[in-house]
C-alpha cells in the first residue's frame, strides 16, 4: 500500500506561537508532498507544493514566511505556522503520491489557536 | 486542469445504488477522472480512477460517458459509512507528481 501518516492529529496553540506538522511517507519515498486547508465546510485548498530538497511553491496568496516547508528528506515533510493567529485555525491535510497508487493524503491536523 | 460540476448534495436510501454524477464538459483527451472521498474531519480516501473505459474495484464502479464529458461514480450497496464529500477530479495525468485541484464535491448522505 501507500501510507502517509501526518502528525498531530490536533493541536491547540497560544495565539503568537508556532505550530509544526508532520507528514511521513511510510512505505514509499516521495520526492513530493502537497498541504492543504479547509476551513468548515469548504473544500481542500491547496497551499503549497513542497519538493525533497528544493525550495517548496506556493499557491497564490499563501505567505511562504508564514507557512513555512521543509522537505529534508524522501520520507518527511513539515509545515511550520509561524506567528499562529485564531484566523490560521483550520484543518491542514497532506498529500504524496506513490505511483500506481495515486494520491495518498494523511488523516489531518485540526489547528485551534486560541 | 479541466474544471468538474457536481452536485451540492444527494441522500440516498441504505442498500441502495448510489449513483453520483458529474460533468466535466472540458476534459482533455490525456485527462483522466479521479473520484475521491472524505468523511467528516479525515484526510479523502482514494476511491477509483479512469480514462475512457468504465472501471470497477472493490470500492465502486466508474462509468465514463462515450464522449467523455461526464461520468458516473456507482456505489452499488451504500452503507451509512457511505456518507461523505464525494470529489470528482480531472487532471492530466493518471502518476506523476502534478497537483490535485479539489470542487467543491457532492455531500452524499446515506438514509437508514
Known amino acids: 500500500g501507500a501510507v502517509v501518516s501526518q502528525h498531530p492529529s490536533r493541536v491547540i496553540c497560544k495565539s503568537g506561537t508556532s505550530v509544526k506538522i508532520e507528514c511521513r511517507s511510510l512505505d514509499f519515498q516521495a520526492t513530493t508532498m502537497f498541504w492543504y486547508r479547509q476551513f468548515p465546510k469548504q473544500s481542500l485548498m491547496l497551499m503549497a507544493t513542497s519538493n525533497e530538497g528544493s525550495k517548496a511553491t506556493y499557491e497564490q496568496g499563501v505567505e511562504k514566511d508564514k507557512f513555512l516547508i521543509n522537505h529534508a528528506s524522501l520520507t518527511l515533510s513539515t509545515l511550520t505556522v509561524t506567528s499562529a493567529h485564531p484566523e490560521d485555525s483550520s484543518f491542514y491535510i497532506c498529500?504524496?503520491?506513490?505511483?500506481?497508487?495515486?494520491?495518498?493524503f494523511g488523516s489531518g491536523t485540526r489547528l485551534t489557536v486560541v | 486542469d479541466a474544471k468538474t460540476t457536481q452536485p451540492t448534495s444527494m441522500d440516498c436510501a441504505e442498500g441502495r445504488a448510489a449513483n453520483l454524477p458529474c460533468n466535466h464538459s472540458?476534459?482533455?483527451?490525456?485527462?483522466?477522472v479521479y473520484w475521491y472521498r472524505q468523511i467528516h474531519s479525515q484526510g479523502p480516501q482514494y476511491i477509483i480512477h479512469g480514462l475512457k473505459n468504465n472501471e470497477t474495484n472493490e470500492m465502486a464502479s466508474l462509468i465514463i460517458t462515450e464522449d467523455r464529458k461526464s461520468s458516473t461514480l456507482i456505489l452499488p450497496h451504500a452503507t451509512l459509512r457511505d456518507t461523505a464529500v464525494y470529489y470528482c477530479i480531472v487532471r492530466s495525468r493518471a502518476f506523476g507528481n502534478e497537483k490535485l485541484t479539489f470542487g467543491t464535491g457532492t455531500r452524499l448522505t446515506i438514509i437508514p
Open positions: 472540458t476534459i482533455s483527451g490525456n485527462e483522466y
Open positions: 498529500s504524496a503520491n506513490r505511483d500506481s497508487y495515486g494520491y495518498t
